[in-house]
């Protein structure tokens, strides 16, 4: 077998290729990260051989990447002049349940899309501000491209809600990739 430059392998005579590349894909419940996704197994991964037997160093690995945001709880003062204050815990307790059975289904898919693909791919689930965490778990993982959806917020929105892609695209350390969908698969929708 020889080695190209990107760390692909090429087997030599048979056309065959295997990636041999660490690929972190940030998923949430938008499209836009779906489309993702499915570019990254349709475009990066496509030709994966079985030539031999797989072993981390040899084989393409996906990490799927959730962001919970971080859920405060506020504490009510109750009482003469809030002597004592409680957090509601069945209001945190039920939303905190929310958040991970909502984490979970969303990886799920993800992992199945992998696993029709023949892939590897690992799942982590983060808690902060998305943006931030993104960033640091790509350096952290040391995957060789970040690949993130757009949800393709026109000039006015970016500016007010802010664009986790743009973000990331500013404050990575590694490659990143945008993945938007064609215009006719957002007349789809």
Known sequence: MEETSGGDHVSAGSGER???MKVMVAIDESDGSFYALKWALDNL?????TVGTATPDND???FLVHVES????HVYPVGPAGAASYPPS???DSVKKAQEERS???LSRALQMCKDAQLKAESVILHGDPREMICEAAEQMQVNLLIMGSRGLGTLKRTFLGSVSDYCVHHA???ILIAKPPEEHNKKQ
Do not use: D, E, L, N
């Open 45 to 49: 991964f496509p030709t994966i051989a």
């Open 18 to 20: 295997r990636m041999k």
């Open 60 to 62: 393409g690995m996906v």
């Open 90 to 92: 069945t209001v945190v």
């Open 173 to 175: 350390k590694t490659p």
């Open 104 to 106: 979970a289904a969303i």
């Open 70 to 73: 971080v859920f405060h709880t």
